[in-house]
């Protein structure tokens, strides 16, 4: 089954402490991306990636780091989670340009 | 910049009637692709309906249509003989047709209430 599995779904940590949000994807996408949906705010995108070792910035960077080692992962890395990072995380992958977005089932990451 | 609006927060229907929910969006390109996700409460993001700027025939996916007015910039989905399982929180997005920049932009959403 084609799909984007993310982890954990849900998260609490304490402000500072490192973590990690893995998402894989099985339908060989070249192009994967990181949001966060906050109310009100919709879904932002904090980073992107068109292919292997090839990362953007989205909107909201700040805080997070990716790294694209190989095609089919592609983790959200908190190096030091503050809580304006509380919010729901997700992650989604495409075959590539102007295509249909697959999206993980979402984390939520709640920082005290 | 490329701007994403959904004016509608909240809205209910009422089982089986129909239902518009509007997206207006701001952009000087010419081809671009326009999409409304569905978020139901299981958070999972659903692709509902795809439009291609270029066509000018409006898309439609069984119950889901969209009435996509290019020169207006607005692309509003129509929601016909509406069930309870339509209950989600719904997201216009617009990406470019192609270019290094091709990230989706998301409107704020518009969360949808059936009611029996």
């Known amino acids: 089954e084609a799909q984007v599995t993310q982890n954990p779904r849900y998260l609490i940590t304490v402000t500072g402490k490192k973590l990690t949000v893995t998402c894989s994807q099985n339908?060989?996408?070249?192009?994967m991306s990181w949001y966060r949906q906050d109310p009100g705010l919709g879904l932002r995108q904090i980073y992107y990636?068109?292919?292997?070792?090839?990362?953007d910035k989205g909107d909201v960077p700040e805080g997070y780091k990716v790294s694209r080692k190989e095609k089919r992962n592609f983790p959200l890395i908190l190096e030091s989670p503050s809580p304006n990072q509380t919010s729901l995380y997700f992650c989604?992958?495409?075959?590539?340009?102007?295509?249909?977005?697959?999206f993980g089932q979402g984390t939520r990451l709640t920082v005290v | 910049a490329q701007t994403v609006t959904q004016s509608q927060p909240e809205m209910s229907v009422q089982e089986a009637e129909t239902v518009t929910l509007s997206c207006t969006y701001d952009?000087?390109?010419?081809?671009?692709?326009l999409f409304w996700y569905k978020q139901p409460p299981s958070r999972q993001m659903i692709l509902v309906i795809r439009?291609?700027?270029?066509?000018?025939q409006n898309a439609t996916e069984n119950r889901f249509s969209v009435n996509f007015q290019k020169a207006a910039k607005s692309f509003s989905l129509k929601i016909s003989d509406s069930q309870l399982g339509d209950t989600a929180m719904y997201f216009c997005?617009?990406?470019?047709?192609?270019?290094?920049?091709?990230?989706?932009?998301f409107g704020k959403g518009t969360r949808l209430h059936i009611l029996p």
């Open positions: 990636s068109m292919n292997v070792e090839v990362t």
């Open positions: 339908m060989n996408h070249e192009y």
């Open positions: 989604a992958s495409a075959r590539g340009l102007n295509t249909e977005a697959f």
């Open positions: 997005a617009f990406m470019k047709h192609a270019g290094r920049d091709d990230k989706i932009i």
């Open positions: 439009q291609e700027a270029y066509k000018q």
């Open positions: 952009t000087s390109e010419n081809n671009y692709y």
